[in-house]
């Protein structure tokens, strides 16, 4: 009998577990109003996957580049969508991307920003359709599929609802 092709031929290596590799899902936090819609949508994400949270809080160039994720520049975004993760109990991973000095090209702070994504092994991204220059979800995929990197959700912002009055 032929041995189909489709299937591998298994050798008697032993290969080890990848059990120990945790592969986040990121959520970009740019401090805006869009980063509760956010992280919300990666909670829901990394619930599903039983995976913890990357929390890149990004930080302009001219915050100290000595700042990590303990500071207090970190610590004042951070609680703006601690709310909406807490319930799910998935953990998270607080992370700080600085924007790049300068002006680069078009998607160098993509490029960075998906290199600190890779260096934490994380497969899915999830960002703002609106955001810095840059920082955007479609410059986000753009950068992802010049460098084969993660696949990038996009988030819409919650609409705007005018506040009613409560007298008749």
Known sequence: MTRLLSHPVRGSVHRPARAGLVQPVAAVLTDRIDDVAVAEAAARIALARRV???????????????????????RAVLPRVMPKIGPHATGYIPEVFHLPVGQGSRLAAAKELLALVGRHRA???????????????????EAAALRGGPFVHAIA?????????TSP
């Open 52 to 74: 913890p949270l990357l929390l890149i809080a990004v930080m302009p160039p001219h915050v100290r580049r000595s700042a990590g994720p303990a500071s207090a520049s970190v």
């Open 123 to 141: 497969p899915d991204v999830v960002a703002s359709r609106r955001g810095p220059q840059g920082l955007d979800a479609f410059s986000l995929i």
């Open 157 to 165: 912002p919650a609409a705007w609802v005018p506040l009613r009055s």
